[in-house]
């Protein structure tokens, strides 16, 4: 398993779904998950889609420029960082932002994500 192709996977995944159906980002997420949000901190992943789905904007695109990628620990856990841009429907800017996921491997095989940091980059 190459883990540069596994981020890129999990990023385009994350990334589409949030721009599609912030709802659907649920399954990412597990009851011991937590989401720091601009320094609000989240736990749950229920709590987690509600802050995502709760957002003051329906739609966005989100432009990735850069995925780096470490192996973490000896679970098998990954740390992902991610920057880039994110258009708002009827915004002139786009703003940037940079987030950092370290996803952890489930008994079935899969990834979910342990703990997510988002922020805004503010010129």
Do not use: W
């Not at 999990?10 to 589409?16: I, L, Q, T």
Request: with cysteine.
């Amino acid at each position: 398993m190459d883990p540069d192709a596994v981020a890129k996977a999990f990023v385009e995944h994350y990334y589409s779904t949030f721009d599609a159906n912030r709802a659907g980002l649920a399954t990412l997420y597990q009851d011991g998950s937590m989401l720091t949000f601009e320094g609000q901190k989240i736990m749950g992943s229920q709590n987690i889609v509600a802050k995502l789905t709760g957002l003051p904007f329906q739609q966005c695109q989100h432009q990735i420029s850069t995925v780096d990628c470490q192996p973490s620990g000896p679970a098998g856990g990954m740390l992902v960082f991610v920057s880039g841009n994110l258009q708002l429907a009827g915004e002139q800017h786009a703003l940037k932002f940079s987030q950092m996921f370290q996803l952890m491997p489930t008994a079935q095989g899969s990834l979910f994500v342990l703990n997510d940091i988002f922020r805004l980059n503010y010129a």
